[in-house]
């Protein structure tokens, strides 16, 4: 029976990693689809600042919106990894300053979910992209040392 060495236990992993990196990124995409679908309504940025609590680099932008006849308030969500550049938050206030009429999208399941920005953004396809290179490599890799 052949034994498993270190090389290959450790390409093994790194190849599962790929598999549930993969996976990950295939969810936020196939999330970011369905986005797309969501119907909007009229809304106002209530607030437009630069950092949040817990990403100063971030901007805040809360928004309200009116949905079956209640008012809701949502915060605009970025994805926790992001690190932004400094341009990115003078975008973000820019497009969206305090008072500004907005086209708010929100999830007809839950209108409680909302967002300013439905489908995807450039970083969503690029997690699922680094699981496929992963899988490929580990797999070159237990191939070739094999």
Not at 103 to 114: E, F, I, K, Q
Request: charged share 25%.
């Amino acid at each position: 029976m052949p034994r498993l060495d270190f090389y290959e236990i450790f390409m093994g992993i790194f190849t599962l990693a790929g598999i549930v990196t993969a996976a990950w990124g295939w969810r936020i995409i196939v999330k970011a689809k369905k986005t797309q679908k969501w119907p909007s309504v009229e809304g106002v940025i209530e607030k437009s600042k630069r950092g949040m609590e817990h990403n100063d680099l971030l901007p805040e932008i809360v928004f309200s919106y009116e949905v079956d006849g209640r008012r809701r308030t949502r915060t605009q969500e970025f994805p926790r990894s992001l690190t932004p550049l400094p341009h990115f938050t003078e975008a973000y206030l820019e497009k969206y300053p305090a008072g500004a009429k907005v086209s708010v999208y929100y999830n007809p399941a839950d209108p409680d979910r909302a967002t300013l920005e439905v489908g995807f953004i450039s970083g969503d396809w690029m997690i699922f992209v680094w699981g496929l290179g992963m899988i490929a490599i580990g797999i070159v890799f237990l191939v070739a040392g094999g």
